[in-house]
Structure formats: structure tokens, C-alpha cells
């Protein structure tokens, strides 16, 4: 495919091209991965490592790079598994090596053993969690190497979800060692911030002094790309989220589907049941839910860290009650009772089927802007009008909308149909023919 950089895109690419160190805060989708790994091209890097969370160290970079025509010769290796997948992809010769967050730590103490010098050029922290606390042992560890490496990038959905900026200063002190927010956080809270909630010596929480968030943001100017939304740019951003999905469940699906424990009679009902294999579980004939795999649930706990609110759409009952016992401050859309506190930003992750929350709701656009389709709608009007409930009139902010598509599953042809707005119905038929044969 080919590419042409979005303007924000561009902007990111552009300081980071010019600068060795940037923390970089682009929305879940803004083309934060197509970006950095142009960069990395450009700049022809030597060896650049990639510390992800454990599904985007999996599924994202590598896909990403043989998404687009210019990146086609760029050679990423997984250094995941166990030990000993771990070692051979770091045997591999590759450009961009894509490593977990809980590996970096025993990678950074096997190359401390080996007396070898740090043998990374680049280092690209993809989303700050973990990073954002000094006393983790993932930024120790990166600290520990931080003098050897040459460009550090840390790229982040939100830098700060509370907007107190009190997780601003780890990241900042990482890049340029204490230069413009000072060497320690005692400093840096004496400097901006006035103790709030306490109990006698004991402060619980901080605030920002008059004043003080407008000089922290121009001081870190030059190393922090944020860029919230761009008029140039659409106004909604649609993200496609891979998810692991073992095949072979399909193949179990049609040796079970009349006589086994999952009853699929004719290809509309085995249509819905490979969507509810997709979303990680399914009904048998007597309604008990057979779980399959947890690789949603993970790809959601992911967009909420994040710390923004999220506006989830469901296909299945069941579907809500493994995210409710996963994600206990889950909250189901229920009507006017619950739509108060989601404008208030009280709730953190609401959970709609998309036919209650589609068409005649209004609202919901007030209270959050990130969208996450949990499983896909079999109808384009129905996909349509529940975006719609965010993506309207009234809405402040650019609004993403996160797509967790199961991959090697139906998923994958219905997600295709929503984008082309092709013909659903044959789009399902095919599908079962293919699981057929």
C-alpha cells in the first residue's frame, strides 16, 4: 500500500527525524507505528528495539511493516516466547527488533552479563505503562541503559490521562536526564504543586499551581509532539486491533455443529457462531458458554490503560458478563439512569449492545470520545448509527474508534464489508464456505 503521511503524522516524523529523544502523544490510531518505522528507514538506524506491550509486540509492528510499499525491505524479528525463541530472534539480522515489556527487563540484564556494549542504536517505547513509574523495574532498566542508547523515543496514547502532569516528569527526566524538569520529582513538585487531599503530614494527592501547567508545557516543548486533533485530518479515526485466534477452533466448529456441543443447524446460526469463537466464547445447545480465549479481553484492557473513557459495543450477553467479571467498574447503557454519570466522566468503560445504543440515543457524545467495537455488528446500519452516537454534533474531540478483529476469523470479512460498505449478507456466506471447504 502506498503511504502518504497524515499531517500529524508528518509533524511526528519531522521531529523526530531532528531530534534524538521526543516523547510522542498521538491518539490509539493516529499512525503512531507507520510513522516511527518511516523514521527508522529514513534515518537508516542501525538496529532499533521496540519495547510493546505483549499482543502489539506480536501483532502490530511486523504487520505494519509489510503494510506499506516503502517500508517493504524493513526487516523486523520478535524476540517473544520462551528463552530460546527469545535468542533466536535476536540471532536474526533484522532492522527493528520488537521485544514485551516484562522480556526488556531480562534482556537488558543478559546483555549486563555478557559485557557487550548496548548493541541498539534506537530504543522506541510503544505506550508508556510501565515506563511512567521510576521505581518499576522496566524504567530502571531502561534507565540503566539510557547513556548507550543514541535516540530514544517514547510513544504514548496519553501522556498524562488525569492531566495533573505529575507522570510528565519520569518520562521527561528519562529523555533528557533532568535538563528541564529537574533531577528528582521532589523538586519538581516543590517547584509546581501544592499538596491537596492529606491527612496531617500524610498528602494523599497534588495540584498544580497557578500557572505552572502553561510553564511545564513550554519547557518540554521541544521533546513532546501532542497533538490531540488536527483540522486537517478526519475527524474520526478508524483502528483496526489484531487479536490472536487459533484456527484450528474453526475446524472443531464443523466437526460439532449437529452433533457435538455447539448446535449450528444452517450457515446464518454457524455465521453466528464462529462471531462468538471470534469474541472468545460460545453458547452450546442448552445455553451454558464454552470460554475459547481471553485475546479481547486483553486487547481491551490495553485501550484502557489508556485512561480515557470507553464507549464499548457488544454482540452477546456473554460477552458482557466476561468483560463485567474481568473489568468489575464495567457499567451496562441502560438508558437516561446511567447517562448522567457518562457525561460526567464518572464512568470509566460502558458496555452497549449496539442496537440499544444505536439509533435514538443522544448524549453519549458528551462524555467520551474512544469507541471499541468488542464484537463486530452484522449490519452496516447498525455499525453506522452506533458510531454515530459519539461521532455527532456536540463532540469536542477527534474520535477514535477501535476495531478487535480476531484474525484467521469471520471477523476479518466483516470488518472488510464495513469498510467497503459491500454486501453483508454474501460476505457471511462465504465466510462458512470457506470454514466449510
Given amino acids: 500500500m502506498l503511504y502518504s503521511s497524515r499531517p500529524a503524522q508528518a509533524i511526528t516524523q519531522e521531529r523526530m527525524m531532528e531530534n534524538p529523544y521526543q516523547l510522542i502523544a498521538l491518539r490509539m490510531g493516529g499512525g503512531k507505528t507507520a510513522a516511527t518505522l518511516t523514521v527508522v528507514k529514513e534515518l537508516m538506524l542501525a538496529k532499533t528495539l521496540v519495547v510493546a506491550p505483549k499482543r502489539v509486540a506480536e501483532m502490530v509492528w511486523h504487520r505494519e511493516a509489510a503494510k506499506w510499499d516503502h517500508l517493504a525491505k524493513l526487516r523486523v524479528a520478535k524476540v517473544l516466547g520462551t528463552k530460546d525463541q527469545r535468542m533466536r530472534g535476536l540471532m536474526q539480522d533484522a532492522d527493528v527488533y520488537v521485544i514485551n515489556r516484562e522480556n526488556f527487563v531480562w534482556l537488558v540484564k543478559l546483555v549486563a552479563e555478557s559485557k557487550q556494549p548496548w548493541p541498539f542504536e534506537c530504543v522506541v517505547i510503544d505506550e508508556n505503562i ?28 496519553t501522556p498524562d490521562p488525569n492531566g495533573d502532569l505529575l507522570d510528565l516528569w519520569p518520562q521527561i527526566s528519562m529523555l533528557d536526564g533532568g535538563k528541564r524538569l529537574g533531577t528528582g520529582i521532589t523538586k519538581y513538585k516543590d517547584r509546581w504543586y501544592l499538596p491537596d487531599k492529606r491527612n496531617g503530614t500524610t498528602i494523599y494527592s497534588w495540584k498544580l499551581k497557578p500557572g505552572a501547567r502553561a510553564e511545564i508545557q513550554g519547557l518540554v516543548r521541544d521533546v513532546m509532539v501532542s497533538i490531540d486533533s488536527d483540522t486537517q485530518l478526519p475527524p474520526r479515526i478508524d483502528n483496526v486491533v489484531p487479536v490472536p485466534f487459533n484456527r484450528k477452533r474453526y475446524d472443531e466448529m464443523e466437526a460439532t455443529q449437529i452433533s457435538g456441543p455447539v448446535v449450528a443447524v444452517n450457515p446464518a446460526v454457524l455465521a453466528g457462531k464462529l462471531a462468538q469463537m471470534a469474541n472468545g466464547a460460545v453458547y452450546d445447545d442448552q445455553r451454558v458458554v464454552h470460554p475459547i480465549h481471553e485475546g479481547k479481553l486483553d486487547a481491551l ?17 456473554h460477552d458482557w458478563d466476561r468483560i463485567k467479571e474481568r473489568f468489575p467498574q464495567a457499567v451496562k447503557f441502560t438508558g437516561d439512569d446511567v447517562l448522567d454519570d457518562w457525561q460526567a466522566g464518572n464512568i470509566k468503560l460502558m458496555v452497549m449492545h449496539p442496537g440499544s445504543g444505536g439509533h435514538g440515543v443522544d448524549g453519549l457524545q458528551v462524555g467520551g470520545n474512544v469507541g471499541v467495537w468488542y464484537g463486530l455488528p452484522f449490519s452496516l446500519d447498525l455499525y453506522e448509527q452506533a458510531n454515530a452516537r459519539i461521532h455527532r454534533p456536540g463532540q469536542e474531540n477527534q474520535v477514535v474508534i477501535h476495531h478487535l478483529v480476531a484474525i484467521n476469523t469471520i471477523d476479518e470479512r466483516i470488518m472488510q464489508v464495513l469498510e467497503t460498505k459491500g454486501d453483508m449478507q454474501q460476505a457471511l456466506i462465504d465466510a462458512v464456505k470457506e470454514v466449510r471447504g
Fill in 130 to 157: 510501565g515506563f511512567k513509574d521510576r521505581g518499576s523495574k522496566s524504567w530502571q532498566a531502561l534507565k540503566s541503559v539510557r547513556k548507550a542508547v543514541e535516540r530514544l523515543y517514547i510513544l504514548t496514547g
Fill in 301 to 317: 484492557a490495553e485501550i484502557l490503560e489508556q485512561g480515557e473513557p470507553v464507549l464499548c459495543f457488544i454482540s452477546y450477553v
